[in-house]
């Protein structure tokens, strides 16, 4: 379960481990600004069950980092390196079940580039093992929302327990960039409702 728990947090939070060749400018927000916590969603956003977790220090993971896939190298998608402000909330069910939500701002122009780099990441790291699992991803719907953003389905099969699936619900609205995942609530319409709550927190 260890293995299985860690393979999760790579594809709902990203990754911190370092990368050989990759300057710290690629990794982290260039000149990151305070940003307002009000465009996060409140726990009750995501459903009466669920809770806000402990706070993180530091400035968010790109949400995309795929530091497992051996196709996947941080070098390669620049536009993170572009970001003015971010902002992070994790959540928690009783039984462990974990989201996340994001919003990022971004230097003018780079917002749309940061698409791009999350296109090319599901193309080069759509399916790949890794602790023994298969990690996929399938782009739901390429524009969610009325086209705002990306509605994507990340799995991980295992060989012997139920499949683990996240939806990340991706949504632009000029330089910001939204980004909630969260556990398979079991319906569409319970992400779409998610999502309209985010457009909403957007302004």
Not at 114 to 119: F, G, H, S
Not at 146 to 154: A, D
Not at 181 to 187: E, K, M, T
């Amino acid at each position: 379960m260890p293995a299985v728990l860690s393979a999760l947090v790579v594809m709902v939070a990203g990754c911190h481990q370092s990368e050989p060749g990759v300057g710290p400018d690629e990794r982290r927000t260039a000149n990151p600004q305070r940003d307002d916590s009000s465009m996060l969603l409140g726990a009750g956003d995501l459903g009466s069950d669920w809770r806000a977790d402990a706070a993180r220090t530091g400035s968010p993971p790109w949400p995309w980092e795929q530091d497992t896939c051996p196709h996947y190298r941080s070098g390669d998608y620049p536009a993170k390196s572009h970001r003015r402000a971010a902002v992070q909330r994790y959540y928690r069910l009783a039984d462990g079940s974990a989201a996340h939500h994001v919003v990022e701002t971004y230097e003018p122009g780079w917002a749309e580039r940061n698409l791009d780099d999350v296109r090319r990441v599901l193309l080069r790291c759509a399916s790949y093992r890794v602790l023994g699992s298969q990690v996929s991803f399938d782009v739901v719907d390429p524009r969610y929302f009325e086209g705002l953003g990306m509605l994507v389905r990340g799995r991980i099969a295992h060989a012997d327990i139920p499949d683990t699936v996240t939806y990340f619900v991706m949504l632009r609205r000029g330089e910001t960039v939204s980004t909630v995942s969260l556990p398979d609530p079991g319906s569409q319409v319970a992400v779409d409702s998610i999502a309209a709550r985010a457009v909403a927190r957007l302004g």
